[in-house]
């Protein structure tokens, strides 16, 4: 999904070549160690050609090369992007999984993003809350397993905390970003 995010945002902007989209996504993905190979743009490419949601707009042929192929996106593959990008918010599942989304800001109701972060957010706190709720006095274990369930839960709290924080600073952005149009 997120590959096909960035395929259709990178051609919201312009018509390009399978190849230019690859060096535009391994900019954005680097961080992630996330591999993405020309078989999976290509991949990826076919699978949103025959949903309609990009169209071939060029192809040059050239003597002992392969043909090269530019592309477009569809109306219906601007309505695609948008519609994935909100989905993405609402089916959060981790920091990483918002990351094809947050390029694409630019292309979607800030404002209903806003929103949704909002509800990311409460959604975290829930967890927050049930893991307080559940102190190490109410384990019935001991031991080695009782230190590695506390270390666990540790853990746990503190990612859930840290991705918190992290979508307050995103809401904020977004958030600045309304607030100026």
Request: charged letters at 30%.
């Amino acid at each position: 999904m997120s590959i096909q995010i960035f395929i259709l945002g990178a051609l919201s902007e312009g018509n390009y070549y399978p190849y230019d989209i690859k060096k535009r996504i391994g900019k954005h993905l680097d961080q992630t160690d996330a591999k993405i190979t020309e078989g999976t743009i290509y991949y990826n490419f076919e699978v949103l050609l025959k949903k309609g949601l990009i169209e071939k707009v060029e192809t040059i042929q050239t003597e002992n090369r392969p043909d090269k192929t530019t592309y477009g996106i569809t109306e219906k593959g601007r309505q695609s992007l948008e519609e994935s990008i909100y989905k993405v918010f609402q089916k959060f599942t981790n920091v990483q999984s918002l990351y094809a989304a947050l390029v694409n800001l630019d292309k979607v109701d800030n404002q209903k993003i806003a929103y949704l972060i909002e509800d990311i957010i409460e959604k975290m706190k829930k967890k927050i809350e049930y893991i307080e709720l559940h102190t190490p006095e109410q384990m019935d274990t001991k031991g080695e397993l009782k230190d590695a369930l506390l270390l666990m839960r540790d853990h746990a709290y503190q990612s859930i905390q840290s991705d918190i924080n992290w979508l307050e600073k995103l809401r904020k952005h977004v958030q600045n970003r309304v607030a100026k149009n």
